[in-house]
């Protein structure tokens, strides 16, 4: 089974920051990665599929890249809405898995 | 619009069994791959299981291999999950999502809670 390491756990950051969150898998998963935004009481939202892919109607400071084992979601200048906890997900192959997440909190 | 409402939920003792619906809405439900993931209080997100568009490929977590079982009824555009067996470490909200052509898990419902105590 693949493995998803996520880093940091948790982040401090503030309104205007640009940060960074990365996914580790335990073997490749070439492009096969997506990050998804979590609030509590909120449906998850999907943000980035395919390791680099805007899904439609995501603010564009969202960004994502990588590849076979290393991948990284930036978020360019941060809001007030951003502040949540961001998830990676494989779906190389069966059984997928989430990284452990990262919460994003205000400094 | 895309809508997926779960339902089914509740406290349930261990051992026991519930079953869990997703009602979908807005789209070609019999298109499409449907997957379920859960997160437990305090926790990350896990994934479940997922289920191919016509039932032909069904997979599952190691965690809940033998226990969970998901279907679905593309004329009631519904996928089920089937809880069977539960223990305290299976409480936590359940949610449904559907799956698109180079996304899983695009769009997901509100889930519903599962609370496994005696």
């Known amino acids: 089974d693949i493995q998803m390491t996520q880093s940091p756990s948790t982040l401090s950051a503030s309104v205007g920051d640009r940060v960074t969150i990365t996914c580790r898998a335990s073997q490749s998963i070439t492009d096969w990665l997506a990050w998804y935004q979590l609030k509590p009481g909120k449906a998850p939202k999907l943000l980035i599929y395919k390791a680099s892919s805007l899904e439609t109607g995501v603010p564009s400071r969202f960004s994502g890249s990588g590849s076979g084992t290393e991948f990284t979601l930036t978020i360019s200048s941060l809001q007030p809405d951003d502040f949540a906890t961001y998830y990676c997900h494989h779906y190389k192959s069966y059984p997928y898995s989430f990284g452990q997440g990262t919460k994003l909190e205000i400094k | 619009e895309v809508q997926l409402v779960e339902s089914g939920g509740g406290l349930v003792k261990p051992g026991g069994s519930l079953r869990l619906s997703c009602a979908a809405s807005?789209?070609?439900?019999?298109?499409?791959?449907m997957t379920w993931v859960r997160q437990a209080p305090g926790k990350g997100l896990e994934w479940l299981s997922c289920?191919?568009?016509?039932?032909?490929?069904?997979y599952y977590a190691d965690s809940v291999r033998g226990r969970f079982s998901i279907s679905r009824d593309n004329a009631k555009n519904s996928v089920y999950l089937q809880l069977n067996s539960l223990r305290a470490e299976d409480t936590g909200v359940y949610y449904c999502?559907?799956?698109?052509?180079?996304?899983?898990?695009?769009?997901w419902g509100q889930g519903t809670l599962v609370t496994v105590s005696s």
């Open positions: 999502a559907r799956d698109r052509e180079g996304a899983v898990a695009a769009y």
């Open positions: 807005g789209f070609t439900f019999s298109s499409s791959s």
């Open positions: 289920i191919s568009s016509t039932s032909t490929y069904i």
